[in-house]
């Protein structure tokens, strides 16, 4: 449904997207994830036909959209950032001119703004005028908007932004639905909220892709960032022990889970430096330490990091990058 | 093109729903009235001394009044045509949806042109009024108001351009308001500089003062609809051009 291929965009000679490529295929949920400032916000707005590329190409349903811009806008729908509504407009009134404007045959418009309605659970405050209704509503008309006339592909940009946590448990529910029928691609950097409602995860950070696949191929990536060990025997000796392996740079009793005499636990932190195989090699290493010393070693087991540890590895040394390209981005929006 | 109805619709019904337009028009109305009932007592007490110029002249010619409501009443009105859009982000939703600039443009160019003429109708009762004692001549009539709608169509224009250019409401309506009075004045350079000259020759071609003048003693010359056409056209087409031009930024 979207295919985008070796996308640049800069705003005067910053680089804000840079030679990103990725897809997304018919009926999926794709989150597009990255820190504040990685570029979701103006790939999505390039995607949408709102920004122009500087080169690369972006196709939306088979449709380039500079060639054919009328024909790829018509097949999505999109939610910007802010949500931006006219204030004195109706909910009701605001989406029938939305749908006049995408093309919505003028017999079918009134059951096409009342099912987005439905669909986005709006249809109670259909009377109210808009400037009137709280934040998670007006993220809702949104919603409904990008849903009128059903397009095939939606694009919302950080969608659950600025909601509290009962609304945005709801919108998660209706993205979930849409999911069944429409693909979908809806920018966040907020990892739970991937897991929640996504089936594939694209990572940027710097304008540049740095992770594509679905959450268990992103999981897989994470390196073991330590080892738990137990032991029995004298703790102060274990500890000596292990911080005299290479590669671990720290070694720190923990609560032993058991009640057993003279057992203990310790977590050990790896070097930065070190990769899986010296990771796995280092293990050895220390259980061979801890015999040596005449301990009993009763578990050895790798600490695996976080989800969230591994969105800031991947990300994160972009984010100096990220931070300045923010203020660009404000700067040209 | 498509696009044209429903942002045109959407245009006229922001604008009213609005307190500023009720604002502009009663502000437009009781200026007219005023002017119209000095005019009526001014020519009533003069009897047959002046014979030379009719209350309808009058009031669509040589009078500053006229100018005035418009450099009043003009930028408000275009104020915030892509500004406000801009300033508020809903020119995202707009832009993303299946429209072309051009169909957007003139969709708000005609929706505050509608606004203009609707202003207007209300000054025709003016005409009733003075049928009432005296007869009118309806062609001039009806040049005095080709002259108010042409040279409110250029300042309209102008006004959008300003607005397509700031994402400043408040800059457009200063930008549009020097920008019509500029041009204004220049006009008016037609009477201080000295026949003959290039000076006088530019001046007098872009003259409202004088060109107002003669749409209301019923003289439409078509040097005068030449350069108001382009007065609407090239400001519309800078417009699309700065629309388009967002999209590079």
């Known amino acids: 449904m979207i295919s985008v291929q070796h996308l640049v965009k800069r705003y005067g000679s910053k680089v804000a997207v840079d030679d990103l490529s990725f897809e997304v295929d018919k009926g999926e949920v794709v989150g597009f994830l990255g820190p504040n400032g990685a570029g979701k916000s103006t790939t999505l707005r390039v995607i949408a036909g709102f920004l122009g590329l500087t080169s690369g190409t972006v196709k939306v349903a088979g449709h380039d959209i500079t060639k054919e811009s009328f024909e790829a806008r018509q097949k999505l729908g999109y939610m910007p950032e802010a949500v931006p509504h006219y204030p004195e407009m109706r909910v009701v009134e605001y989406l029938r001119f939305r749908a006049e404007l995408k093309r919505v045959p003028g017999g079918e418009r009134k059951r096409a703004v009342w099912d987005a309605m439905g669909k986005a659970n709006v249809r109670d405050v259909a009377n109210v005028v808009i400037g009137h209704l709280s934040k998670g509503y007006r993220q809702r008309v949104g919603l409904a908007d990008a849903l009128v006339g059903s397009p095939p592909l939606l694009v919302l940009d950080e969608p659950t932004a600025g909601l509290d946590p009962n609304q945005i448990r709801d919108v998660r529910e209706v993205i979930r639905e849409l999911g069944k029928e429409h693909t979908v691609l809806l920018s966040t950097h907020i990892l739970s909220e991937v897991e929640a409602s996504c089936s594939r995860v694209v990572v940027i950070a710097g304008g540049k892709l740095v992770a594509e696949g679905t959450m268990d191929e992103i999981a897989r990536k994470r390196r073991s960032a330590g080892l738990h060990v137990v032991v029995r025997g004298d703790l102060d000796a274990a500890v000596a022990?292990?911080?005299?392996?290479?590669?671990?740079?720290?070694?720190?009793?923990?609560?032993?889970?058991?009640?057993?005499?003279?057992?203990?636990?310790?977590?050990?932190?790896?070097?930065?430096?070190?990769?899986?195989?010296?990771?796995?090699?280092?293990?050895?290493?220390?259980?061979?330490?801890?015999?040596?010393?005449?301990?009993?070693?009763?578990?050895?087991?790798?600490?695996?990091?976080?989800?969230?540890?591994?969105?800031?590895e991947l990300t994160g040394a972009r984010a100096d990058d990220a931070a300045r390209e923010d203020e660009e981005e404000e700067a040209a929006s | 093109m498509r696009s044209f109805w429903p942002i045109y619709k959407r245009e006229l019904f922001a604008f009213f729903v609005t307190p500023l337009a009720w604002v502009l028009i009663t502000v437009f109305l009781l200026v007219q009235g005023m002017h119209f009932f000095l005019l009526v007592d001014h020519f009533a007490s003069a009897g047959q001394q002046i014979s030379d110029q009719t209350p309808l002249q009058a009031f669509f010619g040589n009078t500053v009044l006229l100018y005035l409501v418009l450099f009043l009443l003009i930028p408000p009105m275009t104020m915030r045509l892509f500004a406000e859009e801009r300033r508020s982000g809903t020119i995202e939703s707009l832009m993303t949806a299946p429209v072309s600039s051009i169909g957007v443009v003139l969709a708000k160019y005609a929706a505050v042109l509608t606004t203009y003429v609707a202003m207007w109708a209300p000054t025709v009762l003016y005409l009733v009024i003075l049928r009432q004692t005296g007869d009118i001549d309806w062609n001039v009539a009806a040049s005095a108001y080709l002259g108010v709608l042409l040279v409110g169509a250029g300042y309209l224009s102008l006004g959008m351009l300003m607005s397509a250019i700031t994402k400043s409401q408040f800059l457009a309506l200063v930008l549009t308001a020097t920008v019509i009075l500029a041009l204004f004045i220049l006009g008016v350079g037609e009477f201080v500089t000295r026949e003959g000259t290039v000076m006088h020759d530019v001046c007098s071609h872009v003259s409202v003062w004088a060109h107002m003048n003669d749409f209301a003693s019923g003289v439409v010359d078509s040097r005068r609809l030449v350069f108001y056409g382009s007065l609407v056209v090239l400001p519309l087409f800078v417009t699309v051009r700065a629309v388009d031009a967002w999209r590079w930024g």
């Open chain 1, 241 to 312: 022990a292990l911080r005299g392996v290479e590669g671990i740079v720290k070694a720190l009793p923990e609560p032993a889970t058991t009640a057993d005499e003279g057992v203990h636990a310790v977590r050990c932190s790896w070097s930065k430096k070190l990769d899986e195989g010296a990771a796995a090699r280092a293990t050895e290493e220390a259980v061979g330490a801890l015999v040596g010393r005449g301990l009993f070693v009763r578990e050895a087991s790798p600490v695996k990091s976080t989800l969230e540890e591994l969105f800031g």
